[in-house]
């Protein structure tokens, strides 16, 4: 047995020797690292690297002169793995699990298994000194918050979370994008029905009810007043009047210092009601919970046969918007669409405080110094102020140029967008596209003032006797059996709920009891640990 | 069974009756059943969107349009699709037919030593897997893991078939083999001159089940594989008619929500072209079946 | 489609005289037969199935599925202390036991009005109708299904058309089983009936003639001959079809469920992907999981194939 313990890391010396030296002979400079670069700054050892995103890259689509551009820049060959989105999850979790992670990859960052991989070994920790070396990327990871505060858990760092805003953030506090409808303008009109910034849940359905009951469209029964997915009415209607109905914020800590669940607060049911008011009355689809991604929002944009969509609150969601409908409809948006902020009952405004990320980029354990550092100046040069510029308007003087004013102009044709001239550009894999979109020319401006207005409503009315459910890092870093067990799709069950026959507050408390087993153990943990 | 039904029918035929009539009218009605679904699945793929939103119970479209089919092969994926699921049926039928029948056929022979204990260790695994993560590191450790090759593997054997053709070698008359053998013929011999070609109804059926297991498959090519060119059919069905809605609540990415919508248009177009290969070969195994599986299932 | 004597023949056992290694070498040749068959087993069930003692372990990556610490049952309490655990696998019976009593006489149904059909050609030509759905993947038929039966679908414009209530089968869920039997019923039924209809032509025709000659009616013939001689057939399906109860349909709900039938869709094996996949806990849990159900149905097929032969049928296992 000692011998054999013994004998394991002599032979991996022997072993590692043998390989330095044929690297050595097969090639003449390999002497330290593959990073040297040559006298004109390019990296002499080609590196082929392999990456694991959710961007579907088509056959081919690498060869264009815009992937190109990175790889002969930073001397790669990419090896892109595609990851689909239905099944992103179980995929990343295979391959952390069996140590089979491409050397990059875009994971979902959860809690409770970031701790598990951490303690057995499954991420690559990076160097300590990797801020210094790499001062973009520190930079845009210092904002996202949720670095630092794992470093203080884990003592080093093993992700990096994705920045949502670097150089732009629209308005402070952030709130989340969510929460932003579209309506008919020139249905509104026709109906007499005022243009505001923001709505309560009960006068949007007022206005539902208007344009079912009028009908100025002349659709028929084909209108669909509220065009909602589960998810949709979740953020829409429930969350409007209940900050805590959300995943997100589901166990908090209220003004008691004690931790509650949101679902089973009065204002969840206050929601339902509003959300089985609208189901019955016929202003949602009556199958609206079966609509996957984009079904609900394409009655609106693509056959202009609702009221209300739900939006969110990025400018490119509305230039998107603007596109589809020219497209779909042959009108322009700005005629007929009017965007604005949902508010609870109560005249209160609520919605999430934004945490500055959304998923995670991590390396395999097993990833090569090397690599590492090529993947980390790749990073770095994506999160500087040029590489964003690449990444979003493409290259200057062919796809983009600065005017009199200084500012960046699009030089693409009418009608198209980068996309279209460089399908996939996954090589932004750190800071994320909302970021840019503040800024970005390609978006018309209006929509762009209107986004950031929109942001700065948020956070002004939040602050202002609104309800913002605040990120409690206690909870979010907090890992166990009992609370991984007690996570449910609350916008199914909230669907499911208000579609039960019988009275929706006897449901309701049948159901919040049916989950007792589950979420009383975590409200235990959490009390105990946390609360004061 | 040809003798059988030929009998039959020799001292049935000529009394068509008012029952037969109903039986007749039952059996179309049936298949209209059956049927009317597909018919109007491919009247939605040749219809246009407007056309389809006023009238979504059409059998025949009005003004048929190939708009959904040309939106579909321009998106290409479904082209890849096609031709990763050939080349695994082209590697893995092959394959599958000779792990199955080789072992079939050894455990139809006469009792010999281990006999029962290897068949229940082929029934056993009919109830008991070890799950997908052992399996995912297995074929991680012999490095084919994204490859096409872990999904061919993986398909190519199943004990449920493997049953199905030892029973109906069992039913074959021993006295060929045995002549053979007394001939010299060794038993692989035997399998590839002598059996397998008396085997075509069974060879027939389990051909057809593993090609539309092949065929049918997406979980395996879901775990395994990594690369979007190397998606099979299914799973880029799945993409465009499940769509199946992540739960990515918290996103406010916008990389997470541009995805590309598809028309129900397409949609049924992308069932069509899926169902026509099918519908190709379908009747040309089809007359095998019902001997492959009664031998197979049921030991006379 | 189903095996039904699973089992080698049972001949009298005859002590032999020659020793076992003369008798393995006697039959070399059929072991070298075996030999591409059990590698697939060993490479890609056996040693897979060392996984199973996940059940009982911690699972830790990095020690490997060997290496991780033991924990007895502790797994299993965490299971059973799960409420939805519990609800998933009586769903699943539920589910697959009313399915199963519904949909197993439709087969045969079919199989006799086919047998009954004089014309054969046209007879051909309905097995070749009624087969093929059998043989799209629930991708396929999901995309169908939907087509059909969603609210402004081909059914629902049907009923209203001539005037009747619509329903709405693909989000309540009380229309829920009922929509799995149908597309079921839809999809598998021709398949089914091809087996009974091959038994039946094994049949032995004299039988029949010999009641024409009593002046039997077809009915008559029917219940006399044709049902008590495919008897056996029934049994081994019906058995096999009992051993799946704990895994049947995994596919079909998938793929066919929504929001709105997460209650009544989430049986065990959809309970497993989830827990697998999606819930963050370890993959330890899910092969308790996994494990339990593998037990049960085990269990399940022993019984259903016991009782059969106490009801002096053939069972599974001679």
Known sequence: ?532 | MSTATAKRHKYRIGKMTFLDYTLLVVLIILSLMILIPFINVIAISFASQKEYADNPMMLFPKHPTLDAYKALFNDGRILTGFWNTLKILVVGLPLSLFLTSTMAYGLSRDKFPGKKIIFFLVLFTMIFNGGIVPLYLVMKSIHLTSTLWSVILVGSFSAFNMILMMNYFQGLPDSLMESARLDGAGEWRILFSIVLPLAAPIMATITLFYGVAFWNGWYDAMIFLRKADMLPLQNVLRTIIVESSTNVSNASSVDALNKTGFSTGMKMASVFVSMVPIMCFFPLLQKHFAKGVLTGAIKT | MKPAALGPDKKLRVRSATPWYKEIWKHRMTYTLLIPGLIWLILFAYLPMGGLSLAFKHYKANEGIWGSPWVGFENFKYVFRDPTFAQAVWRTLYINIIKLIITFPFPILLALLLNELRMRKTKKLFQTVFTFPQFLSWIIVSGIVINVLSYDGLLNSTLQLVGLPTINFLGSEKMFLPMLILTDVWKSTGWGAIIFLAAISGIDQDQYESAQIDGASRMQQIFKITLPNILPTVTVMFILNVGGLMSAGFDQIFNLANAATQNVSQVLDVYIYRITFQSSTDFSFSTAVSLFRSLVNMVLLLAADRVAKLMGGDGLFR
């Open chain 1, 1 to 532: 047995m000692n011998t054999k313990k013994l004998l394991k890391p002599l032979l991996a010396v022997a072993l590692s020797a043998v390989m330095v030296t044929v690297t050595a002979c097969s090639k003449d400079s390999a002497s330290s690292g593959g990073n040297e670069k040559d006298a004109e700054g390019n990296y002499k050892d080609k590196l082929k690297i392999s990456v694991a995103q959710t961007t579907e890259v088509k056959d081919g689509v690498l060869d264009n002169e815009f992937h190109k551009y990175w790889m002969d820049k930073f001397n790669v060959d990419w090896d892109y793995n595609y990851v689909q989105w239905d099944s992103w999850p179980e995929k990343l979790r295979l391959w952390i699990n069996s140590g089979d992670l491409p050397d990059v990859a875009s994971w979902n960052y959860v809690h409770g298994d970031f701790m598990n991989y951490v303690d057995q070994g499954l991420l690559y920790k990076f160097p300590d000194d990797w801020k210094e070396r790499w001062p973009n990327i520190a930079a845009a990871y210092k904002l996202t918050g949720l670095g630092d505060k794992l470093e203080e858990l884990t003592g080093g760092t093993y992700i990096l979370p994705k920045p949502v805003y670097y150089q732009n953030k629209p308005a402070d506090p952030l709130v989340n994008q969510i929460g932003v409808i579209a309506l008919r303008k020139d249905w509104a009109k026709a109906v007499g029905f005022e243009l505001k910034d923001a709505y309560t849940t009960s006068e949007l359905m007022h206005y539902a009810e208007l344009i079912k009951e009028k009908d100025p469209g002349k659709l028929g029964s084909k209108l669909v007043p509220m065009s909602y997915n589960a998810d949709d009415a979740l953020t829409n209607i429930i969350m409007a009047n209940s900050e805590h109905s959300r995943v997100e914020s589901a166990f908090y800590k209220g003004e008691d210092g004690k931790f509650h669940w949101g679902p089973a607060d009065p204002e969840t049911l206050t929601g339902l009601k509003d959300m089985q008011k609208a189901y019955k009355e016929g202003l949602l689809n009556p199958e609206f919970y079966t609509w996957k991604n984009n079904e609900g929002s394409d009655n609106f944009r693509v056959k202009g046969v609702a009221g209300i969509m739900s939006l969110g609150g990025l400018a490119s969601y509305r230039q998107d918007l603007d596109k589809n409908i020219q497209k779909n409809l042959g009108v322009s948006s700005d005629d007929m669409v009017h965007t604005a902020i949902v508010l609870g009952d109560d005249g209160k405004y609520r919605n999430l405080e934004q945490v500055n990320f959304w998923s995670t980029l991590i390396f395999s354990p097993n990833i090569s110094k090397e690599k590492f550092e090529r993947i980390m100046d790749i990073l770095d040069y994506s999160t500087s102020k040029e590489g964003q510029m690449l990444i979003n308007m493409g290259f200057e003087g062919k796809d983009w140029k600065y005017d009199d004013k200084n500012e960046p102009v699009s030089l693409l044709p009418e009608g198209t967008t980068l996309e279209d001239k460089y399908p996939a550009r996954f090589e932004g894999l750190y800071v994320l596209g909302d970021d840019f979109s503040v800024v970005n020319p390609a978006i018309k401006k209006e929509y762009r003032d209107r986004a950031v207005e929109l942001f700065q409503d948020k956070a002004k009315l939040g602050k202002e006797g609104g309800k913002l459910a605040t990120y409690d890092w206690d909870v979010q870093l907090y890992d166990s059996k009992a609370k991984s067990q007690a996570s449910f799709d609350y916008q199914n069950e909230y669907a499911n709920l208000i579609l039960q026959s019988g009275d929706l507050e006897v449901n309701w408390k049948k159901w919040v009891q049916s989950k007792q087993s589950l979420v009383q153990p975590v409200l235990d943990e959490l009390n105990s640990k946390f609360a004061k």
